[in-house]
């Protein structure tokens, strides 16, 4: 079978599984602020994140490095995206850089 379609999936699926990572440590973050025990949510988070990430990260690669890489990309891929889109616009960080500098 041609590896090309597979390794693209894999890359998908790596982007997947960065989204579901990310977005729960964003979620994560958000829980904590408002919680008693803000420690309890990171350190709960970070193990169910990671538990998920790796696991996802075995299930795609079935042993083959070629896959594994791919979904690595893909996954780091999904950390630029969501550091992009949770970047705080131009003019604000300005104004804050502005007002810091007083």
């Known amino acids: 079978m041609n590896e090309?379609?597979?390794?693209?999936?894999?890359?998908?699926a790596g982007a997947g599984l960065g989204a579901v990572f990310f977005a729960g440590?964003?979620?994560t973050i958000i829980r904590a602020v408002a919680s008693k025990r803000p420690a309890a949510w990171f350190l709960g988070s970070l193990l169910l994140r990671t538990l998920i990430a790796l696991g996802g990260f075995y299930l795609v690669s079935r042993g083959d490095w070629r896959r594994l890489l791919a979904c690595l990309?893909?996954?780091v891929l999904a950390r630029l995206v969501v550091l992009r889109?949770?970047?705080?616009p131009a003019e604000s960080s300005s104004r804050?850089?502005?007002e810091g500098g007083r």
Request: charged share 10%.
């Open 4 to 12: 090309a379609p597979q390794v693209i999936l894999a890359l998908v």
């Open 25 to 27: 440590l964003w979620w």
């Open 73 to 75: 990309v893909g996954f």
């Open 85 to 88: 889109a949770t970047r705080p």
């Open 96 to 98: 804050l850089m502005k």
